[in-house]
């Protein structure tokens, strides 16, 4: 950028959006993975909401310093992080564990359930089976 183009808005803004990625990368949004003593693996998973803004004002028109004017200006940034979720792994297992409010009804407990028991049930028919197999 020529020196004739150049603004002190436009060092603001730069400065202010390399702040930004600094503070958000993608350890933000998919979190470090989580290492428990069973061997369970859980990953973080959030949503990220941002927003920024800056501005400027020259004042009066007599160049303070050669070539430059009298200026003013801020920027600001604000950063929200929710966690949505955790990915949970065990094994070649992975399920999507919701961060959230609780079930409202007896239909939404019951959805909420079907999982548990999918694996209950497959627990319990892999280990029938085994068992068959000892005798």
């Not at 183009?5 to 730069?14: E, G, K, S």
């Amino acid at each position: 950028m020529s020196e004739a183009c150049h603004h002190p808005v436009d060092d603001l803004m730069t400065t202010t959006l390399q702040k930004i990625k600094e503070m958000v990368d993608v350890d933000v949004v998919v979190g470090k993975p989580i290492q428990t003593p069973d061997g369970l693996t859980l990953i973080p998973v959030c949503r990220l909401s941002m927003g920024f803004a800056g501005g400027g004002s020259e004042f009066g028109k007599t160049p303070r310093v050669e070539g430059k004017n009298n200026f003013g200006g801020g920027s600001g940034a604000g950063i929200k992080v929710d966690p949505v979720a955790f990915l949970v792994v065990r094994g070649d297992n992975v399920r999507l564990l919701p961060v959230g409010m609780p079930p409202a009804g007896p239909v939404d407990r019951v959805v909420e359930m079907v999982p548990d028991v999918v694996d209950k049930v497959t627990a319990y028919l892999d280990q029938r089976k085994r068992d068959k197999e000892s005798f």
